[in-house]
């Protein structure tokens, strides 16, 4: 069985990181989650006042500050899943929240900023071995993917499945709020210039609407055995 690169590419709330991390752990492959780093740089701005009362970004002073924003990832001990770390501090639950959700996708679209976490995302699929999640990981960071699997479900069940999710955490937040979270990403996603939100063509499509969590488990390793014995 060989080594490979699987990238797992999709619209926001349907599922990616499930499966990705499961798969990952099964395996003993290296998970890495794209989205946490847009989300990291997204809350240092949100904690920096980088951005202006229209929700605008102040573009040049970020730019300046791209050197100073180091993002890392360490394993849980316990769960053995990974948590993000900015500048040394554990952001894992704070980048998850609405707020950054609602900020996200106008930083992820600055190509300066792209480029930084693209260089550190191939840094670390040097050795394969990994499972990286996000919106151009076939098409943009690894288009050398052994398994490229791209991800949708219906607006309505994925806004439901991040409800549910921020829910449980204890977070206030309601249903419609995060259903206009999930389609104004999602347009921003697809129209942005840089390595926007596509399918890469050699990428197995998976709507998971009617999937539960087990069954698309069990479609992705299939899937890894195919690829990884070919
Ligand atoms: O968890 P969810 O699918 O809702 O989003 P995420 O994977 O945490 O990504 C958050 C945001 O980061 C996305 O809406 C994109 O704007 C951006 N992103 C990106 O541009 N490129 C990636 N490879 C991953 C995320």
Request: aromatic share 6%; charged share 30%; with cysteine.
């Amino acid at each position: 069985m060989k080594k490979i690169i699987i990238a797992i590419d999709g619209f926001s709330s349907c599922g990616k990181s499930t499966m990705a991390k499961d798969l990952a752990k099964e395996i003993g492959y290296i998970y890495i989650d794209s989205g946490a780093m847009y989300r990291a740089v997204t809350l240092y701005c949100l904690e920096h006042n980088l951005f202006n009362a229209d929700g605008s970004i102040r573009e040049s002073e970020l730019k300046s500050r791209m050197k100073d924003i180091r993002i890392t990832f360490r394993l849980n001990p316990e769960t053995q899943l990974p948590m993000t770390f900015l500048n040394g501090t554990n952001v894992e639950e704070r980048i998850r929240t609405l707020e950054v959700s609602s900020h996200v996708s106008p930083v992820a679209a600055l190509g300066f900023v792209r480029q930084a976490m693209v260089e550190q995302q191939q840094a670390m699929g040097k050795e394969k071995g990994i499972v990286m999640d996000g919106r151009d990981i076939g098409t943009a960071v690894f288009p050398q993917a052994e398994l490229k699997i791209f991800v949708t479900a219906s607006a309505r069940i994925r806004a439901q499945r991040r409800y549910d999710e921020l829910k449980a955490k204890g977070q206030d937040v309601s249903f419609e709020d995060i259903l206009k979270n999930v389609e104004e990403r999602d347009r921003i996603d697809q129209t942005r210039e840089i390595s926007p939100l596509r399918k890469a063509d050699d990428a197995i499509l998976l709507d998971n609407s009617r999937m539960t969590v087990n069954e698309q488990k069990e479609w992705l390793k299939e899937r890894f055995n195919e690829a990884a014995n070919e």
